[in-house]
């Protein structure tokens, strides 16, 4: 069989080099319709909510600012996880998304869900959440 192959190869030579143009021009024209990009994007979705609180302790934002954003955003539609960092002066709240949504829907639902943190949440003279 292998033998058949061979001497039908050589015998029409140009049948194969023709083959072999064909599957060298559909190379190069599909490596120019390939859309991959040299490095991927394999980063989840995240939003941060920085706050800021001069003066506060680190217990005092967590209790005041921390607290009631994460607890607000715990009914997200795909979320993963959130994380947060309470310091002096400082709230970051940390949203994680699962693979499903992109950032132009996870900031505007983000964004909705601090203006019911606000108000009724956040104590009298604490600073406004901002999407970081």
Known sequence: MLDKIIKYSIEHGW??????????????YNYHRLSIDAVPDITNVQVQINTSAPGF???EVEQRITFPIETILSGLPHLDYTRSLSRYGLSQVTVVFNDGPDIYFARPLIAEKLLEVKSPRLAPGDTIPELA
């Open 15 to 28: 049948i194969i080099f023709l083959g072999i143009l064909i599957l060298i021009a559909s190379g190069i």
């Open 57 to 59: 302790t680190p217990l």
